[in-house]
């Protein structure tokens, strides 16, 4: 399976400002996926990543909101702008892998606190 | 579209009790299932997934979970359960083929008490 590295862990933001979270995969993957997860929430899936294209982004997440670099096939990241406190959140970053056999792999997680 | 229902917002159980956690499905055809658990200030863990064959599959940590086409289920089972397995488990679903992503239920937050 896939080891990602995301950073940072956490971090308190003033409202206004972005924040920039990074993943690193271990391995070449197609594609990396974003979720979001309020606090006491479930995971939602923010966007879809594919390493040459534009991330596909879900109903009610909009790319100048959250916008999504993947440069490469082992690396993204997540840009939450102009942020509100409604944005602290958990952002994790996710991949599947595929092996003898397949699954998805997430990273440990962004707490970010927005004041 | 695509759904994942975990019923139990809550659940309490005595530690050494036995425990399922519920979850059903709603797609045009059978997905794959996962099972995955967070604890408090954890990221998520991989407990045990489903692709085809052999219905009652074995996780880690001494979980298991059937699946049942007829219900459209993948209940998560564990005949005992110990205070260390206090934490919050999520059911999810990926179409079959590849690209595809992950649908996550609302989530099932267990207490034990000791």
């Known amino acids: 399976s896939a080891v990602i590295s995301q950073k940072p862990s956490r971090d308190i933001c003033q409202r206004g400002t972005s924040l920039t979270i990074q993943c690193q995969v271990d391995s070449q993957v197609t594609m990396m996926f974003w979720y979001r997860q309020q606090p006491g929430q479930s995971l939602t899936l923010i966007a879809t990543a594919n390493q040459g294209s534009e991330a596909t982004y879900e109903s009610g997440f909009v790319i100048d909101k959250f916008p999504i670099s993947r440069p490469n096939l082992t690396f993204s990241t997540l840009t939450v702008s102009n942020l509100s406190p409604e944005d602290s959140s958990i952002y994790l970053c996710?991949?599947?892998?595929?092996?003898?056999?397949?699954?998805?792999?997430f990273g440990s997680g962004t707490r970010l606190t927005v004041v | 579209a695509q759904s994942v229902t975990q019923p139990d917002i809550h659940i309490t159980v005595s530690e050494g009790a036995s425990l399922e956690l519920r979850c059903n499905y709603s797609y045009g055809a059978t997905p794959y299932l996962f099972w995955y658990v967070q604890s408090p200030g954890q990221g998520l863990q991989l407990l045990l997934k489903?692709?085809?064959?052999?219905?009652l599959v074995q996780g880690i940590k001494g979980f298991e979970a059937e699946f049942k086409r007829s219900q459209s289920s993948f209940n998560l089972r564990k005949p005992s359960v110990h205070w260390s397995d206090a934490a919050e488990y999520f059911c999810?679903?990926?179409?079959?083929?590849?690209?595809?992503?992950?649908?996550f239920g609302t989530g099932t937050q267990l207490k034990v008490e000791l």
């Open positions: 999810a679903v990926a179409l079959t083929g590849g690209g595809n992503k992950l649908t």
């Open positions: 489903y692709f085809s064959g052999d219905t």
């Open positions: 996710s991949v599947e892998w595929r092996g003898r056999s397949r699954g998805y792999t």
